[in-house]
């Protein structure tokens, strides 16, 4: 991999923030954007904006074309079987809710659900939502201190009530991988059904869904050099058969009468309304961009940016990292002894350090540790070591300032 070549892909890498040149480690929280990605929302605007599928004229049926291509390339990118499988979202969230909302017509009371402790709110909140609606009990897999889930507790939490489990592949406040195939192949024991939330896996780890046998998968392109606002939601055929419509309106229709309306086939039938085309068709242009690169490739960088960035931080006096998984992407979430973690991102950004600090819309985690929040940095595959030896020396210096 060529880091700076990659990095002349990245307009705003060439940014000064404050006097000083931007470096980017807040990438859990939203990925940069290449100009390939750029210009392909450049070009759907000036060469072929229109409203797509059912239009007869060139425009729409071009961008209908470019639109379905995508559909296309999600199947291939994460092995997924069927192209009718792939429903465009806009995001992680909404996929999550559309299957929390269509199981509030599927569970009875008493029915369990289970979720974990290292979870993100918007796989926590919707099922809080569907459990009290259902009068189901919702159950959690407990975390341990290096930040791992105690699969032994997850066994014994499981039974034949056991419907729903939903499960981060990669918890985004500590950067844990979890064993998602286990989990899965743990709960079709008891025919519970799995989501699995790959929001933070998808931009570092190859994901092969056929091989997971994951019932549903979420994710959305802003973590994967894509725009904000798109995602798409899996799910396995028969399982998205049985649940109903999530929202009313044009496309997700095949017949309407005052008497009766009938529902499209999938994956129209929870695509209601004009979608958000020039994201979509974004969102295949970042796919062929981090193809063009590599997964694995990138994944191998990162691994590296990650051992880096481990060492050095641990040679800083009174700093401990939360989170030390054996197997982790590139995220490192720590605090320093007497410091408030927004105290310290704030002095970064000073420098031009953009970090993330706060629960991290993980606030379960945080009450684990027993603390307000930290300051996490997350590294992608444009990041380098040159910058990560800048975030130690500007760590030291606002210590010395905040001491």
Known sequence: ?????????????????????????????????????????SEYYSKYNSNIHRGVHFLSQEATSEYELVREKIKNHFNIAKKKEVIFTSGTTHGINLVASGYSNILQKGDEIIVSNLEHHS??????????KTSSILKVIPMNLSGDLDLKEYKKLLNNKTKLVFVNHVSNSLGTINPIKEIIKEAHIHDAKVLIDGAQSAPHIKTDLIDLNADFYVTSAHKLCGPTGIGFLYGKEVLLNELPPYQGGGEMISEVTFEKTSYADLPHKFEAGTPNISGVIAFGAALDYLNGIGLKEIENYENELLKYATKKLKEVSGLRIFGEAKNKISVISFNIESIHPYDLGSILDKMGIAVRTGQHCAQPVMDFYQIPGTVRVSFSFYNTKKEIDFLILAINKAIKMLS
């Open 123 to 132: 796989n926590i909140v919707p099922l809080q939502m569907l459990a009290e």
């Open 1 to 41: 991999m060529d880091i700076e070549k990659i990095r002349k892909d990245f307009p705003i890498l060439s940014r000064k923030i404050k006097g000083n040149d931007l470096i980017y480690f807040d990438n859990a929280a939203t990925s940069q954007t290449p100009i390939q990605v750029i210009n392909k929302i």
